[in-house]
């Protein structure tokens, strides 16, 4: 399954409670496949931005950004993976490193890779990689026959390349929950 | 103004121009009840089940147009809602749905009657919310409104803890814009668009227009009949879209679909144009989608993005209100004359009504074809009908032309028994001038027949045709056809209807002849009351044509000919 196959969507959504929720549902709902879903904040306190990978093959992204459209609380819908953008994925990886060729072979793989051992000990070591998801998958493979013991990832986030900028100048009628100045990113 | 949550509810109301809601009290909703003594301008009217109060908002909503209010407790009272909702959702009907909760400190507890009806409804409700803050009640009761009635309509569920109804704070009614950031319907075409469905319309010969429920709701008949006349293309409807085209127009051919005229059917699939105009390309009208209108172009608009392109792949898909877009198609849209084409509509037409149970020999049988064609013939054609769901249903669809809009409420998308009983008695209280009719089968007849109560208590006038066939007739026409007559849990007893009328004090009559039909209706109309009258009509009788699930569009089962033998 090449990257080609993948399609990207952007959503900004209302930082509300019950958002992620909504689109989960939906998803459910309609039978769509995803690859994944990342939710974060971003530079505004109401406003959250979620990254949806899917394979084109099982799911029509279009049909996903349509749908998504539809709920109130998404403000925003755009298929990046249409025009030029950049994606990354965050991998952590623990793997098995107890004998020394088994950690000369993980710091030759690092090399290769924008990937570096933030910890290390004499049983095992943490890889962090943050790459394009084929990047990540790529280690990943290599680091198989090493001994992953433990895997992490965030998910792909992704954003337009240039200055088509996905964003909103949208402000709640009362700012709610928001009184202490903490701003959380609800989940469900 | 110094004013509780449960008196915002009630001013928010006023303001969106509610004069009636339908409901029942509870423990959790009853600061709103209270507030509601200072607001008797709005009408209350207390349901006997809140399932039945959701399809009263949505009968009173579908013949309005206006969003329809219904107003329910905490846990059971509900999930009561959740069937109506459900209905309304799926035939894109305005309401909005007020419930109560546990107060907030409560919510997740497990307290008395706490049930998690936001979760219960999110997908069947086009928004919801749970009102956290009493400052955010007024934005949100005046959001729901505007969610439920512009775009796609749809049901708006409000759910609101105890405690927040009890609050008080200083209250200023938001005036201005609302803002929704992520709230953008859909409105005109761009010229593309128009371009490339002007080209399309120029070049067909055997065009179709399919008519839906958007045509009504964006208030479009005139642009469609326009159209219609304008290029002499042939309109089909769905079930949904009756009353978007008179059906007596010589360019309407009827109903398409499942249930629907041959001649439609065999139009959609010989087309090399499909105009379709606010409809969802539903499974009931299009039959196996791989066989569907083969050779045809296809132009779709619908207010609803998500729906081009979502069961059948179109040429020109134009997200829009049908209204707009068919306004700016119009001035462009050339005269053109299809006379072949016309003619072998003519044909198939022809051909159907030869096959008409209406020209069979009834051997002293009370079809219900006859009891609705005779209904349609004493009635002026002119009532509002509100069907419930099964075979009367279809007949209905066939043998009751209607020349206007909002006149046939039918629940087509979830195909709810027991919505014809409560959603007729909120059509009338949305069009107290009109007459109104539930015409209702035995089964589902039953399912809500408790509102019998409320229409008396409420004093509202409806007129209940029960075609009492002794069976779930449209499910034994399934084992008729697909289960070899084995009618398992379909033949269906009934109490004495005339007397359980007479018991709510309801003035009641049983039909048995055809003969007797001019009568009830004229007994129907001599009596202020709602008047149930009861069709004893042929046990057997099926409904024709049938498309079978999934089978193609133009294969149909068709009744025979009068002399000629079934085809098997
Ligand atoms: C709530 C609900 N339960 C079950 C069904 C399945 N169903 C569809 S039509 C039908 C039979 C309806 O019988 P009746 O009300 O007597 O009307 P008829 O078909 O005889 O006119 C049934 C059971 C349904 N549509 N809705």
New binding site residues.
């Given amino acids: 399954m090449t990257e080609n196959h993948k399609q990207t969507v952007v959503a900004l959504v209302e930082n509300k409670p019950g958002v992620l929720n909504r689109v989960a549902s939906l998803f459910r709902r309609r039978n769509f496949n995803v690859d994944s879903l990342t939710v974060g904040r971003t530079h505004k306190p109401h406003i959250s931005r979620m990254t949806i990978v899917v394979d084109a093959a099982r799911t029509d992204g279009r049909r996903i950004a349509a749908n998504l459209f539809k709920l109130v609380n998404v403000i925003d819908v755009k298929l990046v993976s249409e025009e030029p953008y950049v994606s990354r994925d965050l991998a952590l990886v623990k793997v098995r490193t107890d004998d020394a060729e088994s950690r000369n072979a993980v710091t030759l793989i690092c090399e290769r890779y924008p990937a570096r051992i933030v910890d290390i000990g004499t049983k095992v070591a943490i890889i962090e990689i943050t790459a394009q998801e084929d990047i990540v998958e790529a280690l990943i493979h290599e680091l198989e026959p090493i001994g992953i013991v433990e895997l992490v990832r965030t998910g792909v986030v992704a954003m337009g390349r240039g200055v088509r900028i996905l964003d909103a100048d949208y402000e709640p009628p009362v700012m709610m929950g928001h009184e202490n100045g903490s701003y959380q990113v609800y989940g469900v | 103004m110094l004013l509780t949550g449960a008196e915002i509810v009630m001013e928010c109301l006023l303001r969106e121009g509610v004069e009636v809601m339908f409901g029942y009290p509870g423990g959790a909703i009853l600061p709103t009840y209270d507030a509601m003594t200072k607001y008797p301008q709005i009408r209350h009217v207390l349901v006997r089940h809140e399932q039945g109060a959701a399809h009263m908002a949505d009968g009173y909503a579908r013949a309005t147009g206006r969003v329809g209010v219904a107003i329910a407790t905490s846990g059971p009272g509900a999930t009561n809602l959740v069937t109506g909702i459900g209905t309304a959702m799926m035939d894109s009907s305005p309401i909005v749905c007020i419930t109560g909760q546990v107060p907030r400190g409560a919510i997740g507890s497990d307290a008395f009657q706490e049930i998690d009806i936001t979760g219960i409804t999110l997908p069947i409700t086009k928004h919801n919310y749970l009102v956290n803050d009493v400052r955010e009640l007024a934005y949100t009761i005046r959001e729901a409104f505007h969610i439920a009635r512009t775009g796609r309509p749809g049901p708006v569920l409000v759910d609101i803890p105890k405690d927040v109804q009890n609050e008080k704070i200083e209250f200023e009614y938001p005036e201005g814009p609302i803002r929704l950031p992520g709230y953008r319907p859909p409105s005109a075409a761009d010229d593309d668009q128009l371009a490339a469905a002007l080209e399309l319309i120029q070049q067909a010969k055997r065009p179709v227009i399919l008519a839906g429920h958007g045509i009504l709701m964006a208030g479009a008949s005139n642009e469609l009949r326009e159209l219609s006349e304008r290029a002499q293309i042939p309109v089909t409807l769905t079930l949904l879209g009756k009353g978007a085209m008179p059906e007596n127009h010589p360019l309407c051919v009827g109903m398409m679909g499942m249930h629907g005229a041959a001649a439609c059917n065999y139009a959609i699939q010989e087309a090399d144009l499909l105009i379709a105009l606010g409809m969802r390309f539903d499974d009931r009208v299009t039959g196996n989608l791989k066989t569907y209108s083969p050779n045809s172009r296809k132009i779709h608009v619908d207010i609803d993005p998500s729906e081009i392109n979502k069961n059948v792949k179109v040429d020109v898909g134009i997200a829009g209100d049908v209204r707009t877009v068919l306004a700016q198609l119009l001035p462009h849209v050339p005269s053109k004359q299809h006379p072949e084409w016309i003619t072998q509509i003519r044909d198939w037409q022809e051909d159907g009504d030869e096959r008409d149970i209406l020209h069979y020999e009834s051997e002293g049988k009370l079809f219900g074809a006859q009891v609705i064609n005779d209904l349609w013939k004493y009635t002026g054609g002119d009532a509002v009908t509100v069907t419930?769901?099964?075979?009367?249903q279809m007949l209905e669809a066939q043998y009751y032309p209607h020349q206007r809009p909002e006149t046939l409420l039918t629940s087509g998308g979830l195909?709810?028994?027991?919505f014809g009983l409560p959603a007729a008695i909120g059509a009338k209280f949305g069009k107290p001038d009109e007459e109104v009719w539930a015409i209702v089968?035995?089964?589902?007849f039953q399912?809500t027949m408790c509102e019998l109560a409320t229409a008396m208590q409420e004093g509202v006038k409806v007129n209940i045709a029960i075609?009492n066939?002794a069976?779930?007739?449209?499910?034994r026409q399934w084992q008729e056809f697909f289960y070899e007559e084995r009618y398992q849990a379909t033949p269906?007893y009934s109490p004495d209807f005339v007397k359980l009328a007479e018991a709510f004090g309801i003035p009641a009559m049983r039909v048995t002849s055809r003969d007797q039909i001019e009568e009830s209706v004229n007994f129907a109309r001599s009596h202020e009351t709602t008047v149930l009258i009861e069709y004893v009509i042929e046990k057997e009788e099926i409904v024709y044509p049938m498309v079978p699930a999934g089978a193609d569009l133009h294969n149909m089962l068709r009744r025979p000919k009068p002399g000629e033998k079934q085809q098997s």
């Fill in positions: 419930d769901v099964g075979q009367h195909g709810t028994m027991g089968g035995d089964g589902g399912m075609l066939n069976f779930l007739g449209m499910v269906m």
